[in-house]
């Protein structure tokens, strides 16, 4: 083999042997998924907010059957959806698809448009307004790289406006540069005076990559770096205790974060259709008014 060729399959050995092991060494025991709560309270003024990452899926029918399957996320006001999928140019997407088959108002982005691309969407049972798109910062991963973006829309409840931002990070990056990416997602929550909801897929993996190529185990987590920068901001999360949202190597990868908001309840809910699991979390609007800008508050997991 030439030279080219030996470090080419040295790397994807690293990088496999990285990936399908059970479990870093330094993971421990995860706890168990709590029960899925079954009910929204509507009898209160309270907005909830879900998360899922679609795994490229294209069968609406089938994303829209599970997910009407589970009372909260049916009753959910607001879906983030990543891995968002185009099969051709003018067609509608399966984020829109889905949209209409759960009776929502969609708003969709890609960072790349093509004649095929994946993106971001938003899902809202209330009006959408101020939808805006914001360029995150361009990483070069050598391959499978992607231009990243974040989705922003104020969505008008009846308790008043929130602007909620959904995002998807890179995967094979490190802690400082998944901080930077987020910078514009603050930047745009910073400028809306208001309660802000940021969440998505962050993949917040266990890996520190050398060269954005080969894995190592990463003692610190990364999840610990965003959510430190997260509540300097004034962001807190109802997901503090570690518990995974995807299947391959039990990961925490999704997260909803808060400012002016206090999650009442959430949890997390395996879905079959894709590896991700959805995440949510129910706030207190009645309270929105009285939370100062940098401060917010967490409920306990469900």
């Not at 870093?24 to 879900?50: I, M, N, S, Y």
Request: charged residues 20%; positive net charge.
């Amino acid at each position: 083999m030439t030279r080219n060729v030996r470090f080419s399959f040295l790397v994807l050995t690293i990088l496999t042997i990285g990936l399908l092991a059970p479990s870093p060494w330094f993971a421990g025991a995860k706890p168990p998924l709590p029960e899925p709560v079954t009910t929204v309270d509507r009898g209160r003024a309270t907005f909830t907010v879900a998360s899922i990452n679609t795994a490229k899926v294209t069968e609406v029918e089938v994303m829209a059957k599970e997910v009407e399957e589970h009372a909260v996320l049916r009753g959910s006001d607001v879906i983030f959806l990543q891995e968002v999928v185009i099969s051709g140019e003018n067609q509608l997407s399966s984020g829109e698809l889905l949209a209409r088959r759960l009776h929502r108002q969609p708003a969709l982005a890609a960072g790349e448009t093509g004649k095929t691309f994946t993106g971001l969407a938003i899902l809202s049972r209330f009006p959408l307004r101020d939808i805006r798109v914001r360029q995150l910062k361009n990483v070069n991963l050598i391959f499978r790289s992607r231009k990243r973006i974040a989705l922003c829309a104020t969505i008008e409840t009846p308790y008043g406006p929130v602007r909620v931002i959904n995002t998807h990070l890179d995967t094979r990056i490190n802690p400082k540069e998944r901080l930077e990416q987020l910078g514009p997602a603050l930047e745009e929550a910073a400028a809306f005076n208001g309660p802000v909801i940021i969440g998505g897929d962050l993949n917040t993996n266990d890996m520190q990559w050398v060269s954005h190529v080969v894995p190592v185990p990463y003692p610190g987590w990364q999840a610990a770096a965003v959510r430190k920068l997260m509540l300097e901001k004034g962001f807190m999360t109802p997901f503090e205790l570690r518990r995974a949202t995807f299947d391959h190597l039990r990961m925490q990868l999704d997260w909803l974060f808060s400012n002016r908001l206090r999650a009442l309840r959430s949890a997390i809910q395996p879905l079959d259709f894709s590896d991700h699991h959805a995440i949510w979390a129910e706030f207190d609007m009645a309270q929105a008014a009285t939370i100062p800008a940098n401060s917010s508050s967490s409920s306990k997991n469900q």
